[in-house]
Nanobody
Framework: QVQLMESGGGLVQAGGSLKLSCAAS????????MGWYRRAPGKQRELVAR???????NYADSVKGRVTISRDNAKNTVYLQMNSLKPEDTGVYYC??????????WGRGTQVTVSS
């Protein structure tokens, strides 16, 4: 299967920027989309951004205009560039891969903390 490894999380002040990386390995050809989800304190996991193989993207309304998802196929890495961060962006961010047979694969997560 595909294995995912997130990195790049940390502590940042409100208004700052952060770039998360997700390195993928294994049967990457089995995936048809990559995404980033997050779980904020006291809330359910939610979609942040999704990138389909064809290039179409989806963003949560709360991050639209501040977040960009991209991937480097040569490096088998997907990125999440986050700008103008807000305290409500705080949470554990998970990399996700969707397979052609409908399975969701998850990374272990990386903590993002945005201070006031």
């Amino acid at each position: 299967q595909v294995q995912l490894m997130e990195s790049g999380g940390g502590l940042v002040q409100a208004g700052g920027s952060l770039k998360l990386s997700c390195a993928a390995s294994g049967n990457i050809a089995s995936t048809n989309a990559m995404g980033w989800y997050r779980r904020a304190p006291g809330k359910q996991r939610e979609l942040v951004a999704r990138l389909a193989n064809g290039g179409s993207t989806n963003y949560a309304d709360s991050v639209k205009g501040r977040v960009t998802i991209s991937r480097d196929n040569a490096k088998n890495t997907v990125y999440l560039q986050m700008n103008s961060l807000k305290p409500e962006d705080t949470g554990v961010y998970y990399c996700n891969a969707e397979t052609w047979v409908g399975a969701f694969i998850w990374g272990r997560g990386t903590q993002v903390t945005v201070s006031s």
